[in-house]
C-alpha cells in the first residue's frame, strides 16, 4: 500500500502537466484563428433592413465579425439610396415622375407646349351687316397678335387690328363731300380653342373682347400733289372710342413635323377665319355717333 506522503507530490506534478497540455492548446487555437483573414463584407450585409428583426441581428454581427470600425469603413459608404428605380430615372428623363413642362410619363405630350409662345399675322376684307349699312361698306383689313399655348386645344392672344371701311355714296353726298372712309384701331383680348388638336387640317373656334377706336373720315378732292393730281383733303371726322367683341369660326392646315407625337403636327400653321364684330359706337343722335357698328371680317394669315 502506498504512503501518502508519496501519492500527494505524484497529484501535483499530474495536475501541473495537465494545465500546461490545456495552455498550450488555447495558445494553438488563438493563433490559428487570428492567421486567418477575417471576410471581406458583402453586400448582403447591408440590405438588410435596420428594423427587419433577424435581419438587423445577422447585419450588426457581420459588421463586428469584419472589424469595420478597425478598418475605418463607414456605413454611408456602402449605402443605397431609398428608391433605385426613382433615382435612376430623374438621372435619365425617365420614370413615372414629372418630367419637364408636367409632363407625366417618360416622355410623350407635354402640358404646356414645347414653344408656349404665340405669334400670328393676316389680313383680309370685311363687309357691313345689320342696321348700319347705310353708313359703312366694304373694305380691308390688318391683324396682328402675340399670346401662349396653354394647352394643345386652348390659346389666348393679345391682337391689333386695323379695319380701313368705305363709305356709301349716298352718305357722302349727304354730308356734302367727295369721299370719306371709316378707320377701326383695335386691341383684344382673343381665345382660340381649337376642337381638332391632333389633326393636320381642322376647326376652331376664336373670339375677341376689348377697345375700338372708331374714325369716320369725309374729304374733298382739291388741287394738286407734286405730278399734277388732286389728292383728298380732310374736311370733317366724327371720333369715338368704345367697347367691342367678336366671335367666330376657323380652319387651319398645320405645317412643320410631328411636334407632339405620331398623330400631330406642329403649331405653325396657316389659318381662314371669319368673325361677326361689334361694336359699341354711339347713336347717331350724337354728334360723334353714327349708331353701333357691325361688321364680318375674313381673315387669311399665319399662326405659330
Not at 501518502?4 to 488555447?26: D, E
Not at 457581420?62 to 472589424?67: E, F
Request: contains cysteine; charged residues 10%; negative net charge.
Amino acid at each position: 500500500m502506498s504512503s501518502p506522503r508519496l501519492i500527494s507530490p505524484i497529484r501535483r506534478a499530474g495536475l501541473l502537466v495537465v494545465a500546461s497540455l490545456v495552455a498550450t492548446g488555447f495558445a494553438a487555437a488563438q493563433s490559428a484563428s487570428s492567421a486567418v483573414p477575417s471576410p471581406s463584407p458583402t453586400i448582403d450585409q447591408f440590405t438588410h433592413s435596420p428594423f427587419g428583426g433577424t435581419g438587423s441581428s445577422s447585419s450588426l454581427d457581420g459588421l463586428s465579425q469584419a472589424g469595420l470600425s478597425a478598418s475605418g469603413l463607414q456605413m454611408a459608404e456602402f449605402s443605397l439610396p431609398g428608391n433605385p428605380a426613382s433615382g435612376g430615372a430623374a438621372a435619365f428623363g425617365g420614370g413615372t415622375g414629372g418630367g419637364q413642362y408636367g409632363q407625366g410619363g417618360g416622355g410623350g405630350h407635354h402640358g404646356v407646349f414645347h414653344h408656349p409662345l404665340a405669334f400670328e399675322a393676316g389680313g383680309g376684307f370685311n363687309g357691313p351687316v345689320g342696321n348700319d349699312t347705310p353708313y359703312i361698306t366694304w373694305g380691308g383689313n390688318f391683324t396682328v397678335g402675340a399670346g401662349f399655348h396653354f394647352s394643345r386645344v386652348f390659346s389666348t392672344l393679345l391682337e391689333y387690328q386695323f379695319i380701313d371701311d368705305k363709305l356709301p355714296g349716298a352718305f357722302i353726298s349727304a354730308v356734302d363731300t367727295q369721299a370719306g372712309n371709316a378707320h377701326f384701331n383695335s386691341i383684344t383680348g382673343s381665345p382660340v380653342i381649337d376642337l381638332t388638336p391632333k389633326w393636320h387640317n381642322g376647326i376652331y373656334l376664336v373670339g375677341g373682347f376689348g377697345y375700338y377706336h372708331k374714325s369716320t373720315n369725309f374729304s374733298d378732292y382739291v388741287c394738286c400733289d407734286l405730278y399734277g393730281y388732286s389728292e383728298p383733303e380732310n374736311v370733317l371726322s366724327i371720333t369715338s372710342n368704345q367697347w367691342g367683341g367678336s366671335g367666330g369660326l376657323g380652319f387651319y392646315h398645320r405645317l412643320g413635323g410631328d411636334m407632339y407625337g405620331p398623330d400631330t403636327a406642329g403649331t405653325s400653321e396657316i389659318f381662314a377665319e371669319a368673325r361677326y364684330l361689334y361694336v359699341h359706337t354711339p347713336p347717331i343722335s350724337q354728334n360723334n355717333g353714327l349708331g353701333t357698328t357691325e361688321l364680318i371680317p375674313v381673315t387669311v394669315g399665319v399662326r405659330f
